[in-house]
């Protein structure tokens, strides 16, 4: 008979194999974690630009209404611009307008609005 040993523990080869294991699910998890946080960075962003057109539209549209573009001046000194095309489809007469904000470099915002009817004076 042979003696008994008591070795209890795990084997170098476990151990490896558990490691690897261990280190591509910490891996796996970081880059989750990385681009987790880089989509809430482009969230952020977008949810500020959006406010921002939004306001723009809003003025654009008081603006030409009462006829004033001093405010929209001084929104362009601000590095946004707005420009408008008429556009004819058909029967529907229709304002497309893109805004950009020249200072970020982010790719420009393009809306359509109805067109304004000029009042005749």
């Known amino acids: 008979m042979t003696p008994e040993t008591s ?34 960075v482009t969230a952020r962003e977008q949810t500020e630009a959006a406010r921002k057109v939004r306001a723009i539209m809003a003025q654009y549209d008081a603006d030409t209404a009462s006829g004033d573009s001093a405010r929209l001046d001084a929104l362009a000194q601000s590095g946004w611009t707005i420009k408008v095309q008429p556009m004819n489809a058909g029967k529907a007469k229709l304002d ?26």
């Open 96 to 121: 497309a307008i893109v805004i950009e904000n020249s200072q970020a470099g982010s790719a420009p915002f393009l809306t359509f609005m109805p067109a304004r009817q000029q009042s005749q004076q």
């Open 7 to 40: 070795q209890d523990g795990f084997s170098i080869l476990e151990m490896i194999v558990a490691m690897t294991i261990l280190a591509l699910v910490l891996g796996i998890a970081s880059q989750t974690i990385v681009l987790a946080s880089r989509s809430i």
